[in-house]
């Protein structure tokens, strides 16, 4: 059964770091890894993407990298802002199952002004 | 990308009755799902529910408890039956175009049973 492990838990940095995030799998036999945010109180916005076949994914200041062999995933925010203060989550799509997403339980990332 | 709506938003249930949660996406895709999200714990699968096609529930999840209807290609509703406190949680609507592509997500419905 897939689990996804998403490091650290919380992370709390000034305004303007760069950082990354973490995410895990055990099943390597993934289709793709999506990279979702959660704002308290409201549904998941997806961020990034990346299918099998790709090694990387990027959107503005994020970009995703995905090392489907080693069952790795990180997610770099370049120069952090207060507004990117939320839940990150990490969702895989193993085709198992009932085929939807299998998810980590996230990242709280605050950034302090 | 897509736009969902879920119905309610939030509502406070008794012990032993059923909710309904509708859910409408303003395009047709093939597939929506629900999941449920406990406090403080990340998101779940509960089924796949795909138009013409009976519900496929995630191992844990009975089709008793949480029936699925899947009438057309924008809209599906999951009913939560004979609730009890523990069926607390915000239960969430997500659509994909097809089979691997990109989910996204409806706002949540949040549910409190007391």
């Known amino acids: 059964k897939q689990e996804v492990t998403q490091i650290p838990a919380a992370l709390s940095v000034p305004e303007g770091e760069n950082l990354v995030l973490n995410c895990s799998f055990t099943?390597?036999?993934?289709?793709?890894l999506q990279w979702f945010r959660q704002d308290p109180g409201k549904g998941l916005t997806s961020l990034l993407l990346?299918?099998?076949?790709?090694r990387e994914q990027t959107s503005g200041r994020l970009n995703a990298s995905l090392d489907k062999s080693s069952g790795r995933s990180t997610l770099y925010i370049a120069a952090s802002q207060p507004g990117d203060s939320a839940t990150y989550l990490c969702?895989?799509?193993?085709?198992?199952?009932?085929?939807?997403?299998?998810f980590g339980k996230g990242t709280h990332l605050i950034i302090q002004p | 990308s897509a736009v969902i709506s879920q119905k309610p938003s939030r509502d406070i249930c008794q012990r032993g009755t059923s909710l309904t949660i509708q859910c409408q996406v303003d395009?047709?895709?093939?597939?929506m799902f629900w999941y449920r999200q406990q406090p403080g714990q990340s998101l779940t699968l509960i089924a796949t529910?795909?138009?013409?096609?009976?519900?496929?529930?995630e191992s844990g999840f009975v089709i008793d408890k949480f029936p699925i209807s899947r009438p057309n290609l924008t809209f599906s509703t999951l009913t939560v039956s004979n609730m009890s406190p523990e069926d607390s949680s915000i239960y969430l609507c997500?659509?994909?175009?097809?089979?691997?592509?990109?989910?996204?997500f409806g706002p949540g419905t949040r549910l409190t049973v007391t």
């Open positions: 997500s659509v994909c175009r097809d089979r691997g592509y990109e989910q996204y």
């Open positions: 099943d390597s036999a993934i289709y793709n």
């Open positions: 990346i299918q099998s076949s790709q």
């Open positions: 969702a895989v799509f193993s085709g198992g199952g009932a085929d939807g997403l299998t």
């Open positions: 395009s047709q895709v093939t597939m």
């Open positions: 529910a795909n138009q013409g096609s009976e519900a496929t529930y």
